[in-house]
């Protein structure tokens, strides 16, 4: 119950953030069957209340699918969760700031704001052609599901070249939390190239800055502050 | 009446967005005759309502004009309907980030983001002098409507050199979804094409991709939210 | 009493369009004595209502001063008046986007969107340090204004360096319309001139396409959105 | 009693303008005993209430802790206080704009914009590894507030590299409006830089103009307009 009210948050915040657009989604794992997940049927984040929330396997099947439509790149989720046991959620998101990292080869991501550190974990950059030419750029099947969770391997984020981006972490607060960042990091960096021209130097994060960092960063404040938004917001269209 | 209603949102849509100022409009064509289209009389997409809807023939006379004013360019619609009987909805748009790339010839705008495949089909760049010189830029008359149709050929969007851009598609949410994803995907490639520097590459969807997405991509899930959107604002103003 | 509605009208339209920051302010020319100006009492300009304004003759002393304090800049507009017998309404806007080209003397603003054609006729940029060196950079003295009124000459506009720009016009729609528009074609041209690059080249209206631009346009269509919107918010103010 | 709620105000204010995420804070001097100052205990901006203000020593320790939790990096603000008997407000902030200058060498902030004067006086930029290194970029314990203060000195703000900015002022105002026309002066220097490419001028504010305007300048008529929209807010929560 809580769970999914926490997930509704999340559905929210990502939308109020504008790191998503109509088309991002995530997922928490099941609590109680870690061979399952949670995840809105196919709706608009904005939109999202606990009615949609449906269950689904790691083949990304519906538990109870009735009349429902779901969301073609569910594969995203349940490969993700399936491959690496200590994810307990997954955001796909649409940031629009890092889309233009994820088409350019020789600007990389890095981290170059304290609350961003993670992104020195590494975020590698996944293009679909590699694991199959000719598609529509989703993420439609298991195998390029796979593709993408092998990608990821044990970072924290991948891009997704000219789509988007894919945030994990061992909590909903922190996968929600590293999609915000990762977008306001890359603005950031943005910016910093263009002030450094093309000889100029960038000071990013360094090694230990963000070993020290990532170890307890949780984003508590910030989803305190999601939560007690979302939900009078909810309150409200209810009434 | 139900199409009327989502004209009215379609105008109410492309205002929220930020794509047109007071100064866009949008059309459908009428489902009972292909020979009319359904367009705003002159107004703000904004304040746009359902008594505002009125009927227009090819020739872009008004069926039933009354004392009402109209769109001095309410020829871009009639023109393209007529040279066009693939297309069933036309937006023209001031969009902001992409006015620039229609001053720029070094720089096309291609499609670096999946929900904007469609400008992988091509989008041509029309200069109105090209027709007509000495103008105060608006598509005043059937020629230069007929101009812009000619530039605009077989596909889905044209640029308007130093004003906006025109978006077709074969349903309203098909027109207004291109008209954002345009507007999203020129601040992108501007992004993009400030981090490859001069010499740097940037990954483009190729056309194979382009393909793929284009063949299905119809905004289905952001027109819901838009429409969901659209229509509780005009349930409040009402009340 | 229209005339200080629609004074009202564009102070809260120049904050929302977010032209002017907490320190802008806007005049109309009275319609009775040619020889006074209506203006606020010294207020942001997004809780300005009727009762806040005052008349003021070219002097820039309030008629009836009471207790209340004034603009320090009034002299723009006392000065302005003065000079320019065409000139009905004034704007004194810190849009932020122009700002920097007022600091880069290699860059000019031109009319890169037709709805900024007023660009076209000319917007000298005024250092204050020509007229006093010095200063806070406020027009604080009738010299200062006298020469600003000066450098505007019979232009539409006026940059001032590192500071903002003052907007004239036939009309307080007018006045305000170039305002929004003068920010917008700002930021329209610095992407144009970034996706240019050092040596590529820019498409800028032509000087037929100003003249027959600039004849009739009054943001009529503009003016009406903004008017219905700022009336509803000061309705809601007031219940 | 009055102070606690122009404390309140600021922290809505630098939520509201986007100058802190859920992670920034304020501080302001105790009036009746200049060795302690207020604060609010852990929690997001837009969140605080009179209820959260709580009063620390210049060690930062909280007074009457209760069960409450206290910001990490309150030291920032003791040690500030503790160094400069002149300072009575200090605001630490994540202004985006502001984060790439504090980590380009090359690139330092001056003064474009006249409402940013106070930039001229100085703003000196902060690694925290010239204090410690391996740190999560916090400023977690007196050393490190003590490092900062001495790297403020007598500057009315101070950069933190990859991190934020750290304003102070002789009352909350001026630390709040300072905070905001950092943030703004950074947008505009970057454009300005961007215009002026790698060999043009770009011109800032002289040392006499810097000198004029800082003598006066306390953001009252923003400071007005922020407490009247603050206020409202707080009021709308309550009801």
């Not at 794992?29 to 396997?57: C, G, H, W």
């Not at 991948?158 to 306001?184: D, F, I, K, P």
């Not at 360094?206 to 009078?232: F, G, H």
Request: glycine letters at 6%; one cysteine or more.
């Amino acid at each position: 119950m809580s769970l999914i009210e926490d997930l509704v948050v999340a559905y929210r915040t990502l939308a109020e953030e504008g790191v998503i657009d109509a088309y991002g989604h995530v997922s928490v794992r099941s609590e109680s069957n870690p061979k399952r997940y949670l995840m809105a049927r196919q709706l608009a984040p904005e939109l999202v209340t606990e009615n949609d929330i449906l269950e689904f396997d790691l083949d990304s099947k519906p538990i109870d699918p009735r009349d429902r439509k779901f969301y073609n790149e569910r594969y995203i989720h349940g490969e993700i969760y399936r491959a690496r046991p200590d994810v307990m959620a997954v955001v796909h998101n649409h940031a629009p700031a890092v889309v233009p990292f994820s088409c350019v080869p020789r600007s990389a991501l890095k981290p170059i704001f304290h609350m961003s550190a993670f992104i020195g974990l590494g975020v590698p950059n996944w293009d679909i052609r590699d694991a199959q030419k000719g598609t529509d750029m989703l993420v439609r099947t298991p195998a390029l599901g796979q593709s993408l969770a092998k990608k990821l391997a044990a970072y924290p984020a991948v891009l997704m070249r000219g789509h988007g981006a894919t945030c994990v972490g061992e909590n909903l607060q922190r996968a929600v939390g590293r999609s915000v960042y990762l977008e306001l990091n890359a603005r950031m960096q943005f910016q910093a190239i263009v002030l450094a021209g093309s000889k100029g130097k960038i000071t990013f994060m360094d090694a230990k800055e963000v070993a020290a960092n990532v170890s307890w960063q949780n984003y508590d404040r910030s989803w305190n502050l999601w939560r007690t938004r979302a939900l009078a917001k909810l309150k409200a269209e209810k009434s």
